[in-house]
C-alpha cells in the first residue's frame, strides 16, 4: 500500500478517505489503489462502508478528509457525470435501463449518434453498429432489438456494460454483479471481465462471495466497520483468511445441523396448480402445485425474479391467484384474506423487512404485537389495552433472546439482525403451521445470519413447516430438507438435500431456457 | 411508548408555533411597509383575542367549529387519507341538523338537541362515506372526489336554502330559525361562546383516546405509516378507510350541527367561512395531535375574532389576517418538509 505521495501508477484510487454521516463513521482513512487492466475486490459485509466509498469514488458524497485519485493525481469528481467523461463507469445492482425501451435505445440513451446534415436524426444504424462491434470484442450476442424488460437478467447486465464501453468508461465498478445471476451465467460474466482486463480495462468488483473473488480478482481489500482491514495480493492470500478478516475476531457461526423432527407430522400446506396473470413488471406464476409437510423446511430456489417473491405474496394473501387452491391443514384458503390466513396459521416473512415486515417509525412493542390488536389479551371488548400491549411484547422479545432499548422507541432504533429477531418474534408467537420465509438474512451480519438459521432449525424441530425463499443458494442448501427451483413463474425440478450448487444451478438456467 | 407520545406533543407544539412565529415577523415586516407600528398591531391583537374575560370567550367561539373540522381532518390524514372534503360535511351536517331543529314540533323540546346532532352525524358520516368507498373499492383519488363534493354539497344546501327551505318571513337563502329550544345553552352570556365548545374538548379527547385505546385507532396509525406492513399484518386498509372517512363526516357534520344549534339557530347560505379549510390547517399545524390542534384551533379563532377589531380601530385593513394565516400554513408545510429532507440526504 503505498499511499505518502506517490501515487504514480494508480488508475483509480482512494487516498485515506473518511466521511462521517452524523454520528456514523461510515468511512474512516480508506486507500486504496487500483491498477491498469486490474481486476481489485472490495470485500465486505453490508454496512461495512463499501457503498459509501464508491460513492465517494463516483464523486456522488464528498469525503470529510482525504481525495479520490484519478490517474496518479488527486481530482475532486462533481459528480457520476463528470465520473463518466473522465472514464469511470459504475455497473449497478439495479440496472439503470428504461425496461419499455429496446436494449439498442437503452445503449445510446443520453449520447445519441446522430446523422449528417440539416435534418439532424438519430443514426439508428450507426448505433447498431456500434452495439455489435463492442458486443462482438467482449464475445456476446445480443438481439438489440428487444425491450430491455424482457430481455434475460445477464444480457441487460452485458448491455449496462457495453453501454458503459461504448461512453469511454476505461474504469468500471461492478456492485455485486453475480447477485442476480444463476452460476453459469456468473462463469460467462467472468470469461467477459478477463477478457475486458486482458484489453487493459481496470474494474472494481465489489462482492461479498469470497469463492468469486479469489477465482477472479488479481487484489483484494476486506473493509470492516468503514476501515481497510487486511489487502493483499490474491496471490499471496487464502479464501479463509479473507473471509476471517471481514468477519474479523468474531467466530464465523457454526453450520445448522438439522435436527430430528418431533411433534407435528403429515402434509400442511398443499398447492394446488396457483397460476397468476402477468402484469407490467410482475411475474407470472404458472401451475405451482406443491405439498408442504410438518417438521420440514423446503427450499425454493431460483434467480431472483423468476416468481419467487409473487408466490410468496399470493401465500400471504398480499396477491390472488387467478386459478388454483390453497390448503393450510385440510381449509380451504385460497379465497382467504390475509387476517383469515393468519389466524389459520400462516405466518409471513417479508424479503422486504424495512417496508413490509416492519413498520420503522412505529414504536417496538407495536411492531412486535401487530395482528394481535383485536385478539385478547391486548384487546378486551371494543378496547385495546397498552398495559397488556407492552407486556405481550416483551414476553415475545425475550422469548428470543432480542436486544432493544425501551419498548417504546422506534423500531427503526434496532439493528437489522434484531429487527428480523423481532419479526421472528411476532410471526411464531401465534404457533403458525406454516411459516413463508422470504430473504431471511437479507442484511443481517454474521452472527445475526446464525441465528435466524438457528430459529428456523428450532421451529422445524418442534413440527413447523416451512418455505424458505433466498437468493442465497447457501442458505438454501443448508437449511433444506429437500429444494425445488423454480424457473419463469414455474417450478421446474426437486432435488434433495445435498445436491451440489452445479445441479440446482444447471435447473436453474434450464428452466429459463424452457420458458 | 409513553416516550414517543410525549415526543409527538412536544413536536405538534413546535410545528405550531414556529410557522406562527416566523409568519407573525413577515406580517411585520408588511406592516412596516405600509407604515404601521407592528408591535402596537400584534399587542392590539393579543389585547383584543385575549386581553379580558369576554374577549377569551369570544376567541374561544371563533374557535369552536375549527375543533369539529380539525378532529376531523385528522382522523383522515393519520390515517393516510387525504381528505379535503369536512367543508362539506361541515355543511350537510349544519343542513341536517337546523332541519330537525326547525321541522320538527317544538312540544320535543330538549330532546331536539340529540336528535338534531344524530342527525347532523349521519348526514356527514353517509356524505363522506361515498368518497370513502370510491376509494376504497375502485382507489378513486379521495383528494378529486372529495374536493369535487364540496362544490356538490354548497350548491344542494344553496339551492335548497333557496327553494324548498326557504324560510317564509326571510327574502332570500336561508331556512327558518331553529325552535327555541333546540339552542345549545350559553355558557358565558352574553358572549355567544355555547355548548358546542364542550363538544368540540370532549371530541378532541376522545379522538386522542380513540388513536390509543382502540384497535381500530391504532390500526388507522399503522395504515398512515405504512400500508403495506398494515395489509401484511392482516390489517384491513380499505375497511380502515371506509372507517375513517365516515367518522371524519360524522364529526364534521356534528361540528355543523353545533354551529348551527349554537352559533346561528338557522342555515344560511354563508354558514361557514371556509371551517373545513381552516380545520385543515390546524390539523397539519398541530400534527394530528389533540394537544396541538386545540391550541391551533384557538390561535386561528384569536385572529378571526379580534380581525374584526383591528379594522374598526386601525387603519390596517382585515386582509392582515388572511396573509398571517397564509404566511402561517406556508411555513407550517416547509417546516412538515424539512425531516423528509434531512433523511434523503442520509439515505
Same mark, same amino acid.
Not at chain 1, 131 to 138: D, E, N, Q, S, V
Not at chain 1, 280 to 309: K, P
Not at chain 2, 295 to 324: C, E, K, M, N, R
Given at each position: ?62 469525503? #470529510? ?27 449497478? *445492482? ?56 424482457? !430481455? ?115 402434509? &400442511? ?103 394481535? *390488536?383485536?385478539?385478547?389479551?391486548? !384487546? ?50 401465534? #404457533? ?22 438457528? +430459529? ?60 | ?89 361541515? +355543511? ?13 314540533? !317544538? ?117 398512515? +405509516? ?94 392582515? &389576517? ?18 423528509? +429532507? ?6
Amino acid at each position: 500500500m503505498t499511499h505518502k505521495n506517490d501515487h504514480a501508477g494508480v488508475v483509480l484510487g482512494a487516498d485515506r478517505l473518511s466521511k462521517a454521516y452524523g454520528p456514523v463513521q461510515a468511512n474512516r482513512d480508506i486507500s486504496l489503489a487500483l491498477g491498469a487492466g486490474e481486476i481489485h475486490a472490495i470485500v465486505g459485509e453490508n454496512g461495512a462502508g463499501k457503498s459509501t466509498l464508491m460513492r465517494m469514488l463516483q464523486g456522488m458524497e464528498r469525503p #470529510d478528509s482525504g481525495s479520490v485519485i484519478l490517474d496518479g493525481a488527486p481530482v475532486s469528481l462533481s459528480g457520476p457525470a463528470e465520473a463518466m467523461a473522465r472514464g469511470i463507469g459504475m455497473v449497478h *445492482q439495479e440496472f439503470m435501463l428504461a425496461p419499455d425501451l429496446t436494449l439498442l435505445q437503452n445503449l445510446i440513451l443520453g449520447s445519441e449518434p446522430m446523422t449528417a446534415g440539416p435534418l439532424r436524426r438519430i443514426d439508428w444504424a450507426a448505433a447498431e453498429a456500434d452495439g455489435k462491434r463492442l458486443a462482438a470484442k467482449i464475445g456476446v450476442e445480443v438481439d438489440w432489438h428487444v425491450p430491455a424488460g424482457s !430481455a434475460p437478467v445477464h444480457i441487460q447486465q452485458f448491455t449496462e456494460i457495453i453501454r458503459l464501453l461504448r461512453r469511454g468508461a476505461r474504469i468500471l465498478i461492478l456492485d455485486e454483479p453475480t447477485a442476480v445471476l444463476a452460476p453459469p451465467q456468473v462463469e460467462e460474466l467472468f470469461a467477459l471481465l478477463r477478457l475486458l482486463r486482458a484489453d487493459g480495462a481496470s474494474m472494481l468488483f465489489i462482492s461479498h462471495k469470497i469463492p468469486e473473488v479469489t477465482a477472479l480478482a488479481d487484489r483484494v481489500t476486506v473493509i470492516r466497520r468503514g476501515e481497510v482491514v487486511f489487502a493483499a495480493a490474491i496471490a499471496d492470500t487464502s479464501g479463509e483468511e479473507i473471509a476471517g478478516h471481514i468477519v474479523g475476531t468474531e467466530a464465523p457461526p457454526p453450520p445448522v445441523p438439522l435436527a430430528a423432527r418431533a411433534g407435528r407430522t403429515g402434509p &400442511v400446506l398443499a398447492l394446488d396448480r396457483l397460476c397468476t396473470g402477468k402484469h407490467q413488471h410482475v411475474r407470472a406464476l404458472r401451475d405451482i402445485s406443491l405439498t408442504l409437510h410438518a417438521g420440514e423446511i423446503v427450499g425454493l430456489a431460483g434467480v431472483a425474479g423468476n416468481g419467487q417473491s409473487e408466490l410468496a405474496e399470493v401465500l400471504a394473501g398480499l396477491r390472488t391467484a387467478e386459478t388454483g387452491r390453497i390448503a393450510l391443514n385440510g381449509a380451504d384458503l385460497t379465497l382467504a384474506d390475509t387476517a383469515a390466513r393468519r389466524a389459520a396459521g400462516l405466518g409471513y416473512i417479508s424479503a422486504d423487512r424495512r417496508y413490509e415486515g416492519l413498520c420503522l417509525p412505529a414504536t417496538i412493542a407495536l411492531n412486535t404485537m401487530a395482528g394481535s *390488536q383485536r385478539r385478547p389479551p391486548v !384487546a378486551r371488548g371494543p378496547f385495546l389495552r397498552p398495559a397488556a400491549l407492552l407486556q405481550g411484547a416483551r414476553a415475545r422479545l425475550d422469548h428470543l433472546k432480542v436486544r432493544y432499548g425501551r419498548l417504546g422507541d422506534p423500531v427503526s432504533s434496532l439493528s437489522g439482525g434484531n429487527q428480523q429477531k423481532l419479526v421472528f418474534a411476532r410471526e411464531i408467537a401465534t #404457533d403458525p403451521a406454516v411459516l413463508v420465509v422470504s430473504q431471511p438474512t437479507r442484511g443481517v451480519d454474521l452472527n445475526g445470519i446464525a441465528t435466524i438459521h438457528r +430459529l428456523l432449525g428450532d421451529y422445524r424441530a418442534a413440527g413447523g413447516a416451512v418455505l424458505l425463499m433466498s437468493e442465497e443458494l447457501d442458505e438454501i442448501m443448508a437449511l433444506s430438507d429437500r429444494i425445488l427451483v423454480m424457473a419463469d413463474g414455474a417450478i421446474v425440478g426437486e432435488l434433495p438435500r445435498g445436491a451440489s450448487m452445479q445441479e440446482i444451478g444447471r435447473m436453474m438456467v434450464m428452466g429459463a431456457d424452457h420458458g | 411508548m409513553a416516550d414517543i407520545r410525549f415526543a409527538a406533543m412536544l413536536a405538534s407544539l413546535r410545528a405550531l408555533l414556529v410557522p406562527f412565529a416566523v409568519a407573525l415577523i413577515l406580517a411585520g415586516i408588511v406592516l412596516i411597509v405600509i407604515g404601521e407600528n407592528p408591535l402596537a398591531i400584534f399587542g392590539l391583537l393579543a389585547e383584543e383575542s385575549f386581553g379580558s374575560a369576554r374577549r377569551i370567550a369570544s376567541t374561544l367561539s371563533s374557535a369552536t367549529p375549527l375543533l369539529f373540522t380539525a378532529v376531523a381532518t385528522a382522523i383522515c390524514f393519520r390515517a393516510g387519507v387525504f381528505n379535503v372534503g369536512v367543508e362539506g360535511a361541515f +355543511l350537510v351536517g349544519g343542513l341536517a341538523a337546523v332541519f330537525v331543529a326547525f321541522a320538527l314540533p !317544538a312540544g320535543l323540546g330538549i330532546t331536539l338537541i340529540p336528535l338534531a346532532l344524530v342527525a347532523a352525524m349521519a348526514a356527514g358520516a353517509i356524505w363522506l362515506w361515498f368518497p370513502g368507498w370510491l376509494l376504497a373499492r375502485f382507489e378513486v383519488d379521495e383528494v378529486v372526489s372529495t374536493l369535487m363534493l364540496n362544490f356538490i354539497a354548497a350548491a344542494i344546501t344553496g339551492y335548497l336554502v333557496n327553494g324548498p327551505l326557504l324560510s317564509a318571513s326571510a327574502g332570500n337563502n336561508m331556512t327558518p330559525a331553529i325552535h327555541d329550544a333546540a339552542h345549545l345553552p350559553r355558557l358565558m352570556p352574553p358572549s355567544t361562546l355555547h355548548a358546542g365548545f364542550l363538544i368540540g374538548i370532549a371530541v378532541m379527547v376522545l379522538y386522542g383516546l380513540w388513536c390509543r385505546y382502540t384497535p381500530a385507532g391504532v390500526e388507522g396509525g399503522l395504515v398512515g +405509516l405504512n400500508r403495506r406492513f398494515a395489509r401484511a399484518m392482516g390489517i384491513s386498509v380499505s375497511g380502515t378507510m371506509i372507517t375513517v372517512m365516515c367518522l371524519s363526516g360524522a364529526i364534521a357534520g356534528l361540528g355543523g350541527a353545533s354551529h348551527g344549534l349554537g352559533q346561528l339557530f338557522r342555515f344560511s347560505d354563508a354558514f361557514s367561512p371556509g371551517y373545513g379549510f381552516t380545520g385543515m390547517a390546524v390539523a397539519l399545524l398541530g400534527r394530528n395531535h389533540p394537544v396541538g390542534m386545540i391550541v391551533g384551533a384557538v390561535l386561528f379563532g384569536a385572529l378571526a375574532s379580534a380581525g374584526t377589531t383591528i379594522q374598526l380601530f386601525s387603519s390596517v385593513p382585515l386582509d392582515l &389576517v388572511d396573509i398571517i394565516q397564509g404566511l402561517v400554513m406556508i411555513f407550517a408545510v416547509m417546516e412538515l418538509a424539512l425531516p423528509r +429532507l434531512r433523511r434523503r440526504r442520509h439515505a
